[in-house]
């Protein structure tokens, strides 16, 4: 009967609260703070999920939901002090978030919105001699929070139904929300706090703590500012030993604990930019990373974040990239989204470079290996294996794209307003970049003859690798001839899969590079303009009489 009655009060508190009179609210807190009370959240601690004891934790708060003023504003009350004794145990209990315990998930939306009101009261400037308090209170729910998002081991999550394992996420993804709550009203002592709780775990082995602590640092990122306080806490981690020892076979940590390892590099790489003293440490651990197929993705993600924001600091090590990239694919055959992150990594570097011939051989380079996956794809062709050659010759493709993208001048580069960039006809002169164009349009030619003019997903790859020029103001190896795109968007037909996307490249190029004056364009308009009315005239339409302009 008490379940019963409990749910009709919470079901009333959550719906009308008006319906209580203050006397009424009074009872409530008296039953809320009884001996009764005491028992039922002794059974939850236990974790024994009984019945009334899970229906007391859904009346206790949803009374607290409608008291947040009054727990927040009267610390020094007794049954104030038990209540969020209570609030702060319903996250201490035993057992995993939505596997085991379905009480800390609404516990965790009430200690949400206790943080907001207390931001709320600190907006207004006014110092309450209560909000000290209050935040203490914060502080224990923060760090059971730490305790209750430990991930369980691989083989427990394993057992896991695919419910439990969302519900799992979704009270880590409700915990991140809190956290960056609690950063407003607590600021860096509770990012040191975390980054000192790393250290400990870290120390002694306890790679799911490790992995915890990483998490909720990695979800403070985007709330803390790049100042000394915060850098110096950065520094302290990266400079321990949590790189060499996620390196470390012999330890056997769990892959969840190195994911989170490698994912708070991309959530700080603004750090490593401005301390470059730890880019050694941590791209060495990442290359690492990079061999195991579980975190290949996520670590070639990595080093592209990395080498993208830190270009100019890594433009000495280009050849040392180039070596490690090729003792990756010697080592292991890696797949299409690592290969593609981490030649898009180098050729950020290889952006940087100041010279232009230095630049040549370390594209040329980049293009070898390229050329490896063309090659596969052609032996696969040959051998009839149509998966195999499909799967190299877009990985190719795929690579030639980043290339493409990250060789692209960045956008806060400075502008030297006096400067006069090349005309349009003087852009698309030969120059030292042809041979490399030269290499790039006989491997898409020979990919998209390998896989056969059908495949659509080769047509709109060599497209994407014609528009990464577009955008550029001075040669580079990605501003193809206008006469390389115009022999390729005019070999379409009716029969071409995509043929959109290849006539809004061609409109791309137009809008991207037309200019007075520009004859070699014009010529590119004029090409296309009769294309299309070929096409049209394919359709069954009538044709205009473009032969009589």
């Not at 207390?118 to 730490?146: F, G, H």
């Not at 991140?176 to 870290?202: H, K, M, P, W």
């Not at 280009?318 to 299409?336: A, G, H, I, K, P």
Request: glycine share 4%.
């Amino acid at each position: 009967m008490f379940e019963v009655a409990a749910d009709c009060w919470t079901e009333l508190l959550n719906t009308f609260p008006p319906f209580f009179t203050p006397e009424n609210m009074v009872q409530l807190v008296g039953f809320l703070t009884s001996q009764r009370a005491h028992n039922l959240m002794s059974l939850l601690i236990k974790g024994d999920y009984e019945a009334d004891a899970v229906a007391f934790s859904r009346l206790l708060l949803a009374y607290s939901d409608v008291s947040i003023q009054d727990l927040a504003k009267q610390p020094d009350s007794p049954s104030v002090q038990i209540l969020m004794r209570f609030l702060v145990q319903l996250l201490a209990y035993e057992g995993f978030a939505g596997a085991e315990d379905d009480v800390c998930a609404p516990a965790i939306e009430f200690w949400q919105a206790y943080t907001e009101f207390l931001i709320d009261s600190t907006a207004e400037n006014q110092l309450e001699p209560w909000m000290d308090n209050a935040r203490q209170y914060v502080v224990q729910v923060v760090e059971q929070c730490w305790r209750k998002i430990r991930m369980p081991s691989e083989e427990v999550y394993a057992e896991w139904t695919s419910d439990a394992k969302g519900e799992f996420k979704a009270f880590r993804t409700d915990v991140v929300d809190l956290l960056q709550s609690a950063y407003v009203l607590l600021g860096t002592s509770i990012f040191a706090r975390f980054a000192d709780l790393a250290l400990e775990a870290l120390q002694n082995h306890a790679w799911l703590l490790v992995e915890a602590t990483l998490f909720c640092l990695n979800a403070l990122a985007e709330s803390i500012s790049g100042d000394d306080v915060v850098d110096a806490t950065l520094s302290t981690l990266f400079g321990s030993e949590l790189f060499p020892t996620m390196m470390n076979d012999a330890l056997d940590i769990p892959y969840t604990t190195q994911q989170t390892a490698v994912t708070i590099i991309i959530s700080f790489t603004g750090f490593f930019e401005r301390h470059t003293q730890h880019l050694p440490a941590m791209l060495t651990f990442l290359f690492h990373s990079v061999r195991t197929t579980a975190l290949a993705g996520v670590a070639a993600k990595a080093i592209q974040s990395t080498c993208d924001s830190c270009r100019h600091s890594l433009v000495w090590e280009v050849s040392t990239f180039l070596q490690q990239y090729n003792d990756l694919l010697l080592w292991e055959d890696l797949e299409t989204v690592a290969k593609e992150r981490i030649i898009g990594a180098i050729a950020a570097i290889v952006q940087a470079v100041p010279s232009a011939e230095d630049k040549i051989e370390s594209i040329s380079k980049l293009l070898d290996f390229v050329e490896q996956d063309v090659q596969m794809c052609l032996e696969f062709a040959e051998n009839n294996a149509p998966v195999g050659a499909e799967e190299k010759g877009l990985c190719a493709l795929s690579c030639l794209i980043s290339m493409g993208k990250y060789l692209e001048e960045p956008d806060d580069k400075t502008i030297d307003l006096e400067f006069q960039p090349p005309g349009q006809d003087e852009l698309y002169m030969p120059t030292i970049w042809t041979p490399a164009q030269q290499r790039m349009a006989q491997n898409m030619d020979a990919v998209g003859k390998a896989l056969g003019t059908n495949n659509g997903a080769v047509v709109e790859a060599i497209c994407q690798v014609f528009r990464t020029g577009f955008k550029e103001k001075f040669p580079g190896p990605f501003v193809f001839g206008p006469n390389v795109v115009e022999n390729y968007i005019t070999s379409t037909n009716l029969q071409t899969p995509r043929l959109d996307y290849a006539l809004s490249t061609a409109g791309a190029m137009l809008s991207a590079h037309t200019r007075a004056g520009t004859t070699m364009i014009n010529r590119s308009a004029t090409r296309f303009l009769i294309h299309l009315f070929h096409l049209t005239a394919a359709m069954g339409c009538k044709s205009f009489p473009y032969g009589q302009a």
